[in-house]
């Protein structure tokens, strides 16, 4: 279900401009629905990182919510996920994408299973009530791209314009360990450090990125 944004502790606009946000991203757009169609299995690496099984849906919390496709491709699936974004124009975007997608007769049942809040994670999972804790916590934290990587596509490109970098991954980290019934998982480029000295308890990986997976 579509939730009013909670317009509580955000992070502003990293300086260098004050021109509205663009549109980043839509679920609707032709691309991805083509991503949509080709099939998101219980065999792809990021719902095997998830924890997903036929008769098994967690619950998740996704602490950097960004475009939100990670969070929908799981809904898909039938998980129940909530999506916080600090970034007032990347959380107005996604909340749009959300509203155009859930106007589509078959797009509407998968929106049903995703809420947007816009708020600092690192502030709402402190002060989450034990009732309203997720089975997982789901981090996909913005970092600098590498020198050696190619340039990144367009939509990562007006990200990281109105995100900048997330320089607090420790703090965010600690947070979701602390509040995760069953684990965390960070998604990383496949030749990243970890997000922590702490060893994952698995790790799946693909040609380009790869999922940390803590359990708690």
Same mark, same amino acid.
Request: hydrophobic share 40%.
């Given at each position: 279900?579509?939730?009013?944004?909670?317009?509580?502790?955000?992070? +502003?606009?990293?300086?260098?401009?004050?021109?509205?946000?663009?549109?980043?991203?839509?679920?609707?757009?032709?691309?991805?629905?083509?991503?949509?169609?080709?099939?998101?299995?219980?065999?792809?690496?990021?719902?095997?990182?998830?924890?997903?099984?036929?008769?098994?849906?967690?619950?998740?919390?996704?602490?950097?919510?960004?475009?939100?496709?990670?969070?929908?491709?799981?809904?898909?699936?039938?998980?129940?996920?909530?999506?916080? +974004?600090?970034?007032?124009?990347?959380?107005?975007?996604?909340?749009?994408?959300?509203?155009?997608?859930?106007?589509?007769?078959?797009?509407?049942?998968?929106?049903?299973?995703?809420?947007?809040?816009?708020?600092?994670?690192?502030?709402?999972?402190?002060?989450?009530?034990?009732?309203?804790?997720?089975?997982?916590?789901?981090?996909?934290?913005?970092?600098?791209?590498?020198?050696?990587?190619?340039?990144?596509?367009?939509?990562?490109?007006?990200?990281?314009?109105?995100?900048?970098?997330?320089?607090?991954?420790?703090?965010?980290?600690?947070?979701?360990?602390?509040?995760?019934?069953?684990?965390?998982?960070?998604?990383?480029?496949?030749?990243?450090?970890?997000?922590?000295?702490?060893?994952?308890?698995?790790?799946? +990986?693909?040609?380009?990125?790869?999922?940390?997976?803590?359990?708690?």
């Amino acid at each position: 279900m579509l939730k009013k944004i909670d317009v509580g502790a955000v992070r +502003e606009r990293p300086a260098g401009g004050s021109r509205p946000a663009p549109t980043i991203f839509n679920f609707t757009s032709s691309k991805f629905a083509h991503r949509h169609r080709q099939g998101f299995s219980l065999r792809d690496p990021l719902a095997r990182a998830i924890g997903v099984k036929k008769d098994h849906f967690p619950s998740i919390i996704d602490a950097t919510a960004g475009l939100g496709r990670d969070a929908f491709l799981l809904a898909s699936l039938g998980c129940s996920i909530t999506l916080l +974004e600090r970034v007032p124009q990347v959380a107005a975007n996604l909340q749009q994408a959300l509203l155009e997608a859930q106007q589509e007769p078959h797009l509407a049942p998968i929106i049903a299973r995703m809420q947007l809040i816009q708020t600092d994670s690192i502030a709402y999972l402190q002060h989450l009530p034990t009732e309203q804790k997720p089975d997982v916590i789901y981090l996909d934290p913005m970092y600098p791209p590498s020198r050696k990587t190619a340039l990144v596509k367009q939509e990562m490109q007006s990200l990281r314009e109105l995100v900048g970098f997330d320089n607090d991954t420790t703090e965010l980290f600690q947070a979701a360990m602390q509040q995760a019934k069953k684990r965390v998982v960070v998604k990383r480029h496949r030749h990243s450090p970890t997000i922590t000295e702490l060893k994952p308890s698995h790790v799946i +990986e693909t040609k380009v990125i790869r999922f940390d997976v803590y359990i708690v």
